[in-house]
Nanobody, 126 residues
Framework: QLQLVESGGGLVQPGGSLRLSCVAA????????IGWFRQAPGKEREAVSC????????NYADSVKGRFTISRDNTKNTVYLEMNSLNPEDAAVYSC???????????????????WGQGTQVTVSS
């Protein structure tokens, strides 16, 4: 399993932006599809977005379409989640997840991924 590390969370005002990063410690992410998930207190984990290992396919939850963008730079071994127009409902712990992908597309479901990071807190408040 990969050891994934997220960063970039923090406090932002409503309407603001943040960029989260996900890196793998000591391993290349180039062969892995990556997903972003979030969980707010008292709520179930929610899928946010996923991206194939070669960046040819992405998928988004309806709640973030048009506001969030997932991307990856395999030369930097990093996957990003650019989050714009944030609102209080976006506040949560955001985690990245990975699964080796050789054929097909990533699936926006937590059960499809098999390696997880610890998460980074995103707070949206004025």
């Amino acid at each position: 399993q990969l050891q994934l590390v997220e960063s970039g969370g923090g406090l932002v005002q409503p309407g603001g932006s943040l960029r989260l990063s996900c890196v793998a410690a000591g391993r290349t992410l180039a062969n892995y599809a990556i997903g972003w998930f979030r969980q707010a207190p008292g709520k179930e984990r929610e899928a946010v977005s996923c991206i194939n290992n070669r960046d040819e396919y992405t998928n988004y939850a309806d709640s973030v379409k048009g506001r969030f963008t997932i991307s990856r730079d395999n030369t930097k071994n990093t996957v990003y989640l650019e989050m714009n127009s944030l609102n209080p409902e976006d506040a949560a712990v955001y985690s990245c997840a990975a699964r080796m992908l050789t054929i097909g597309n990533c699936v926006l479901s937590s059960g499809w991924f098999n390696s997880w990071g610890q998460g980074t807190q995103v707070t949206v408040s004025s």
